[in-house]
């Protein structure tokens, strides 16, 4: 199933579409770290993460692990493990994946920037959980989680992210 992201913020998906929130610095071309933007392109959805102390597990054709309390995403472009999954602590820079506000209760892997991670081109692009106002996000694409697990629910190794900019581009 392909997951196509437009800039004015729904996700389609078939015949259906989803409000999403995007970046706070909206769709670029050229991801860098730290801009908040969320990228353009087409990318694989590597994994699903989920709270399994929080949610049941969700129904997917994506490879699935439990997120745990020691489970972090180094966004430190000087560290090896750039981009990647790590087990805290950790000495660089990285993200908290057991957050309490419920945000990452679901977690999907987009392909950015990982296969080879280049330091400084963006780390952590996932599909989230929205905020329940739908605030924007630091690059990730976030649905409501009603949503989000109706997607997932569709989604396998085969599936891709279209995130597409106001000319309707989402080449890699």
């Not at 129904?59 to 745990?68: A, D, E, M, R, Y």
């Not at 994946?97 to 209760?105: F, K, P, Q, S, T």
Request: aromatic share 6%; charged share 20%; hydrophobic share 40%.
């Amino acid at each position: 199933m392909d997951l196509i992201v437009k800039p004015n913020g729904w996700l389609h998906r078939g015949q259906f579409a989803h409000r999403c929130a995007l970046g706070r610095a909206g769709i670029a071309a050229s991801k860098v770290e730290g801009d908040g933007a969320t990228p353009v392109g087409r990318f694989p959805l590597r994994r699903l993460y989920y709270r399994a102390d929080r949610i049941a597990a969700p129904k997917t054709g994506l490879p699935v692990s439990v997120i745990g309390e020691g489970d972090g995403w180094c966004d430190d472009p000087a560290c090896a493990s750039y981009n990647s999954l790590v087990a805290l602590p950790h000495t660089g820079s990285h993200e908290y994946l057991c957050r309490d506000d419920g945000l990452y209760d679901i977690v999907v892997q987009i392909g950015h920037n990982d296969d080879p991670a280049v330091p400084g081109l963006g780390s952590g692009i996932f599909l989230h959980v929205a905020a329940a106002d739908y605030a924007p996000t630091e690059g990730c694409v976030a649905l409501a989680i009603d949503d989000l697990r109706s997607v997932i629910a569709d989604c396998d190794t085969r599936s891709v992210i279209a995130i597409q900019d106001r000319s309707g581009t989402a080449l890699i």
